[in-house]
């Protein structure tokens, strides 16, 4: 059986699958390196960025790869068993090539609207994420820290916030004081003053 899989996986048509699934997994290992970004083709492709509720484009590329990846596997064994050939088996595959990307787009566009659904009853019910009052950015102050190039330099970028923050607060304090000197105590221009008053009265 596990010869009869690895046979279909290259054959056509799953070895076109077979071959996209390997690039989409090349890909994602950059992701987890921290060299790329998930929504880094959402730019190529914004039509379909606007009409994936959220989701990144190379998210659903990589959906529909692995569920035609699938169906084609499936497809391609159940050929192997019926033993057609010549023009039969031929079109068959082509039949199957079609079908397995037809399903798989039709999969995957269920799954991205049942999660948009989801993710929108979630919303409703925890209300508004906050946001960072600097930038603005969305931000959830429950989530563990996360790991990585990313967020190191999240946590660089966090530190820097708040260190610029603490220098703010200390030049308005020190500019506060200048201005309004602590009670009881008499700025050193009045002193001066004073003194000399003082030595033209004698």
């Known amino acids: 059986m596990r010869q009869a899989v690895i046979d279909a996986a290259v054959r056509f048509p799953d070895v076109i699958w077979t071959s996209a ?6 890909f994602w290992l950059l992701v987890l390196l921290g060299l790329a970004g998930a929504r880094d083709f959402d730019a190529d492709a914004p039509g379909l960025a606007r009409s ?29 068993r019926l033993r057609l050939t010549g023009p039969a088996e031929a079109a ?14 039709t999969t995957t566009r269920w799954c991205v609207v049942t999660l948009a659904r989801l993710r929108s009853a979630r919303s409703a019910r925890t209300g508004p994420r906050r946001r960072d009052p600097a930038d603005g950015t969305p931000y959830d102050p429950g989530s563990r820290p996360g790991h990585g190039p990313t967020a190191a330099r999240d946590l660089t970028t966090a530190r820097s916030r708040t260190a610029a923050r603490g220098q703010t607060a200390g030049r308005g304090r020190t500019a506060s004081r200048d201005r309004n000197p602590a009670r009881g105590q008499v700025p050193a221009c009045d002193r001066t003053a004073a003194r000399r008053r003082s030595d033209r009265a004698a």
């Open 92 to 105: 068959a595959r082509v039949t199957l090539l079609a079908l397995s990307a037809l399903l798989a787009l």
């Open 21 to 26: 699934l390997v690039v989409a997994s090349g």
């Open 52 to 80: 994936s509720r959220g989701v990144p484009v190379a998210v659903l590329a990589s959906a529909v790869i692995a569920h035609a990846w699938l169906l084609g596997l499936a497809g391609s064994v159940l050929l192997d």
